[in-house]
């Protein structure tokens, strides 16, 4: 699978689950797509009447396509009834969030979401991450003389 694009607030959420499903696309999405016009940074996944949705991912409009649907519509994501099911208990808890995680192409054909479901990290573990990335990039510099 070819990543297109990762969302760079993910790091914010501690990730319990992952899964990777389809999304429901028109053609010169799939398009804009390829080309790499795609943001899920604002994303977020919500259910509607028992159907997850992806809303505010935001895919540029085809340059030579006459058909151009709205860049923000919510958009339909394909998971089976077991997926959706545990996914909307998941939530249900308190503070548990779908997060989308990456766009990915499969086979240079299909278009597939990851999507994660966790909570939010408080002040003190996202300090801890930056102070445990700083070590590392210490370390690595050390490495190198």
């Known amino acids: 699978m070819k990543t297109i694009v990762r969302n760079k607030y993910a790091r ?28 899920i940074d604002e994303a977020v996944v919500n259910f509607v009447s028992g159907r997850p949705f992806i809303l505010n991912m935001h895919i ?4 030579n396509s006459p058909f151009n649907p709205e860049p923000t519509r919510p958009r339909a994501l394909l998971m089976t009834k077991r997926e959706i099911e545990r996914i909307y208990g998941l ?34 573990d996202r300090r801890r991450d930056i102070i445990e990335k700083e070590e590392r990039r210490k370390l690595r510099e050390i490495k190198k003389f």
Do not use: F, H, W
């Open 12 to 39: 914010e959420y501690e990730i319990e689950e992952k899964y990777i499903c389809g999304i429901a696309l028109a053609g010169s999405e799939v398009k804009s797509i390829r080309q790499g016009k795609v943001s």
């Open 60 to 63: 540029s409009p085809y340059q």
């Open 91 to 124: 939530t249900t808890r308190r503070g548990y969030k779908i997060i989308p995680l990456s766009v990915m192409i499969k086979d240079n054909k299909l278009v597939k979401i990851e999507i994660g479901v966790g909570k939010r990290k408080k002040i003190e």
